[in-house]
């Protein structure tokens, strides 16, 4: 695996057993369970119209996958915000 020089130098600096590390404090702990908590809820309904050859596909596809079809578009949908899905030209 190749390092940039940021992570050469934390692997330097572990190794030399210059790191220190501290507890999390209670508030920081409160703090990362929030966040972790509001990441994977989903707090929206939305009602859509597609076809329904589109939607056949797209249980299809999630029954291959083992998941809700709900959860795969959920998933298509998330992942084209987030600049993941690309669209084909």
């Known amino acids: 695996m190749k ?9 330097d600096a572990y190794e030399r057993g210059s790191m220190k590390t501290t507890a999390p404090t209670r508030q920081e ?6 966040l972790a908590r509001n990441t994977f809820r989903k707090d929206r309904r939305i009602t859509i119209r597609v076809y329904e ?3 056949k596909g797209i249980q299809k596809r999630a029954m291959e ?8 578009i959920s998933g298509m949908i998330h992942q084209y915000v987030e600049g993941e899905l690309i669209e084909s030209k």
Not at 29 to 34: E, L, R
């Open 65 to 72: 996958k083992g998941i809700p079809y709900q959860t795969l």
């Open 29 to 34: 702990i409160a703090k990362i369970k929030s």
């Open 3 to 11: 390092y940039d020089r940021e992570e050469h130098e934390l692997i």
């Open 53 to 55: 050859h589109d939607l």
